[in-house]
């Protein structure tokens, strides 16, 4: 592997996001680069093509030290891009003592990589962090975090330990902040996708209260480009970045929209609001993503029917 610029490790590369940030880092040919991931919620159809020579897939849980031990110590990584995690509003409600056992992952990132000299960590982190927002759009400096659900407090914790590795150690670090990211291999855990499947199948969209919540949608090539911008540029070294859209959509005009572009027999259907973690409105500040890219970022329009074009 000595031909290879950089050496990369992904945890969590077979998700959404993740496998999205390996297919962009395989296209270099300078990169050289380790997928691990449990495949308890990603999947190996998301990895990249074999035609790609420089990438390797490793099955393993990242909060197992001694299977991250083995892979760390093996390979001397330059960069590591830490997205394993219990993701999902509803998953992870659902799921608390699992989404505690992420901190294990964390401990085991930070304390494998300042031990086999990484030059970087990026974590992703969420706009859950937040809570529920007191200032718009959310910055990443002045906004309160103020959220009480046990993910996001996990993420909370997780953005302390990275701080405090870069301050005792030295170790540097970016947290991205996400916010909803979608694409074609988004899964059925998270509102677009969902809402686009069942307007397929011919199901009713489900809307937990009135649908008046908004939320914002970045596409996730737009996403990718930034992240790794990022990288290569050498950009918000120990620093926090919101990545996302900053266009608010309420949630049942996202319906109306999927079903204007669907067509069929679906309908909207209102159900209870949700006892905790509905949060009335997201819009993340993006001034840090926007100069980076210097362009405007994909529209909805064009996204979803991107995604609608993926599952037909």
């Not at 050289?32 to 190996?44: A, E, I």
């Not at 996990?154 to 030295?170: A, C, H, I």
């Not at 969209?205 to 919540?213: E, M, N, V, W, Y």
């Not at 911008?229 to 950009?235: N, Q």
């Amino acid at each position: 592997m000595h031909r290879y610029e950089r050496r990369i490790l992904v945890t969590g590369g077979c998700g959404n996001i993740g496998s999205a940030l390996v297919r962009r880092l395989v296209q270099d040919p300078g990169n050289w680069v380790t997928v691990v991931d449990d495949l308890s919620t990603g999947f190996r159809r998301n990895l990249p093509d074999r035609a790609f020579p420089n990438w390797r897939f490793i099955k393993l849980d990242a909060n197992d030290y001694r299977e991250l031990f083995t892979v760390m110590t093996a390979t001397s990584f330059d960069y590591v891009f830490h997205y394993a995690a219990v993701v999902g509003v509803k998953r992870t409600l659902d799921n608390p003592l699992a989404v505690l056992k992420d901190i294990d992952g964390l401990r085991n990132v930070l304390s494998l990589s300042k031990n086999t000299g990484v030059k970087r960590v990026f974590y992703t982190s969420s706009s859950e962090v937040y809570g529920e927002p007191v200032e718009f759009p959310q910055n990443e400096h002045t906004t309160p975090l103020n959220s009480k659900l046990p993910y996001a407090i996990v993420k909370n914790l997780g953005e302390s330990y990275f701080k405090s590795y870069e301050r005792e150690y030295g170790l540097p670090y970016t947290i991205f902040r996400l916010f909803n990211t979608y694409g074609p291999r988004q899964s059925e855990d998270f509102v677009l996708p969902k809402f686009v499947n069942a307007a397929l199948e011919g199901r009713p969209l489900t809307i937990h209260g009135d649908g008046s919540q908004t939320r914002t949608f970045c596409y996730i090539d737009d996403h990718v480009d930034f992240t790794t911008r990022a990288m290569y540029d050498d950009l918000f070294v120990n620093d926090t970045v919101n990545v996302g859209s900053d266009r608010e959509i309420k949630i049942v005009d996202l319906a109306r929209m999927i079903l204007e572009r669907v067509g069929g027999p679906s309908t909207i259907v209102h159900l209870p609001p949700l006892e905790e973690g509905d949060m009335s409105r997201r819009c993340p500040d993006i001034s840090k993503m926007r100069s980076v890219l210097g362009r405007d970022l994909k529209p909805l329009s064009d996204g979803l029917d991107e995604v609608i074009a993926s599952k037909r």
